[in-house]
């Protein structure tokens, strides 16, 4: 099955700085590639998604690259601010009958100190 | 708000008991997930139903069951509970069953186990 490696598990930057956390993933049929935010005692929230077919992907401070050859991807925050602290999880899919099982990293705490 | 109503929010039990988690998707979607959130393990993803039917299956244990009512509610059944078993418990919901869709996330509930 499909295995999402996500580094750093923690990440802490100075407000305004950028920030950037890689996945990497191991079913090459994967084609959608959200990102979830979660903050403390809350649910998971989708901040960005890409699907295969595009390499980059872009919503304010934030982006979204993807390498398909070599299987990884990228979150790009920048201009951080502190109501970005939280836990960001990439997670990665495949077109298949058999559903839209996400498959999870591990996470990164992000801290965007003031 | 996501729009995924999920009760009840916290749930202490002892271990050998029975607990059922309910999740009401939001209004339109015919998909609805399961995902268990430990420390340990991150988000696992556990099941999928759409409309009604099991489309796809991951990491659930023997002791776990669910399924997916005609009005599309959801419920989680989980029997001969141990302490291992207490994480959070999200439940997400999307339009369709198929990779590339915008899943949405419960608030979740949190079940302790004593």
């Known amino acids: 099955g499909e295995n999402v490696e996500q580094h750093p598990s923690t990440l802490s930057v100075q407000e305004g700085d950028s920030a950037v956390i890689k996945c990497t993933y191991s079913?090459?049929?994967?084609?959608?590639f959200p990102w979830y935010k979660q903050e403390l005692g809350k649910r998971p929230q989708l901040i960005i998604d890409i699907r295969s077919n595009v390499g980059e992907k872009k919503d304010q401070r934030i982006a979204v690259t993807l390498n398909k050859t070599a299987k990884h991807f990228s979150l790009h925050i920048t201009e951080t601010q502190p109501e970005d602290s939280a836990v960001y999880f990439c997670a990665a899919s495949r077109s298949s009958n058999a559903g839209n099982m996400l498959t999870f990293g591990g996470g990164t705490r992000l801290m965007v100190k003031p | 708000d996501s729009g995924v109503t999920q009760t009840p929010k916290h749930l202490i039990t002892a271990t050998g008991q029975r607990v059922t988690l309910r999740c009401s998707p939001r209004s339109g979607d015919l998909s609805v997930y399961w995902y268990q959130q430990s420390l340990d393990q991150g988000l696992q993803f556990l099941i999928q139903?759409?409309?009604?039917?099991?489309?796809a299956k991951g990491n659930i244990l023997e002791r776990f069951s669910a399924q997916q009512f005609p009005d599309l509610h959801s419920e989680l059944n989980l029997s001969s509970l141990e302490l291992g078993d207490s994480a959070l418990y999200f439940c997400a919901s999307s339009v369709t069953g198929g990779a590339g869709t915008e899943a949405f996330f419960g608030q979740g509930t949190r079940l302790t186990v004593v």
């Open positions: 139903y759409y409309n009604g039917e099991e489309r």
């Open positions: 079913d090459s049929a994967s084609n959608y």
